[in-house]
């Protein structure tokens, strides 16, 4: 069973900053990639960046620089760096991975995808 778990969310004033953690565990063959979306109340789910398993990191067009994803570790841990928190980033934050797993009985390697369970971020003086 794959899981990741978040961890880092909380509340911050405006201004202030703040570091998202996710961390992958369970039967990995590979991780293809992982990202962080968020989601406020209300409105849809938006993925925000994006590591792959080179340690290329992609952003989506509407993320300013405030935003910085790396990743460690091939990457089984995947960081969020939020500058210059603002009042339309309160948000549950959520990690997603794609992974592959191998499955002895069929001898093939087989891809799937995992979500956490999401960490809250404030901001709020």
């Known amino acids: 069973q794959v899981q990741l778990v978040e961890s880092g969310g909380g509340l911050v004033q405006p201004g202030g900053s703040l570091r998202l953690s996710c961390a992958a565990s369970g039967d990995i063959y590979s991780i293809d990639y992982m990202a962080w979306y968020r989601q406020a109340p209300g409105k849809q789910r938006d993925l925000l960046a994006r590591?792959?398993?080179?340690?290329?990191?992609r952003y989506s067009d509407f993320v300013k620089a405030r935003f910085t994803i790396s990743g460690h570790d091939m990457p089984r841990t995947v960081v969020l760096q939020i500058d210059h928190l603002q009042p339309e980033d309160p948000a549950v934050y959520c990690c997603?991975?794609?992974?592959?797993?191998?499955?002895?009985?069929?001898?093939?390697?087989?891809?799937?995808?995992?979500w956490g369970q999401g960490t809250l971020v404030t901001v709020s003086s």
């Open positions: 997603n991975a794609a992974y592959s797993v191998f499955v002895p009985d069929d001898e093939e390697v087989e891809s799937r995808e995992v």
């Open positions: 590591i792959s398993r080179t340690g290329a990191p």
